[in-house]
């Protein structure tokens, strides 16, 4: 197979497993929170930074299910400093994943104002 192949079939798996993980943090609190224990928002940045559009719109839905979720997830989020990178995305991903997930974390979040 050849490189271009590869990368395409990489793309679709990382899509893929994004959306399996988003799935599960749609459910209970206590399931987000094996999520988040696993260090998943320590690799967020290359998700949200990544080259296709597709990657960076699962990846702010999978964060505004985790800002659906108690204080401390919502503060997990805030502090791991990817809110101003969101905010950069806005106007390529879906404005309701997003602006909800803005939202969520104004009114929840304890020190989100000194990320803008």
């Known amino acids: 197979m050849s490189k271009q192949i590869w990368i395409i079939i990489y793309i679709q798996v990382q899509t893929a497993a994004l959306r399996a993980?988003?799935?599960?943090?749609?459910?209970?609190?206590?399931?987000?929170?094996?999520?988040?224990?696993?260090?998943?928002?320590?690799?967020m940045p290359?998700?949200?930074?990544?080259?296709?559009?597709k990657i960076n719109k699962e990846a702010v839905w999978f964060l505004s299910n985790i800002t659906a979720g108690n204080q401390q997830q919502v503060q997990a989020v805030i502090d791991a400093g990817l809110?101003?990178?969101?905010?950069?995305?806005?106007?390529?991903?879906?404005?309701?994943?997003?602006?909800?997930?803005?939202?969520?974390?104004?009114l929840l979040g304890a020190n989100h104002r000194r990320y803008f």
């Open 21 to 43: 993980v988003g799935n599960i943090v749609t459910g209970t609190d206590e399931q987000t929170q094996i999520v988040l224990d696993s260090g998943v928002l320590q690799q």
């Open 46 to 53: 290359a998700l949200l930074s990544h080259t296709k559009e």
């Open 83 to 106: 809110l101003p990178m969101i905010v950069k995305l806005l106007d390529k991903v879906c404005m309701c994943d997003g602006g909800y997930l803005l939202k969520k974390t104004q």
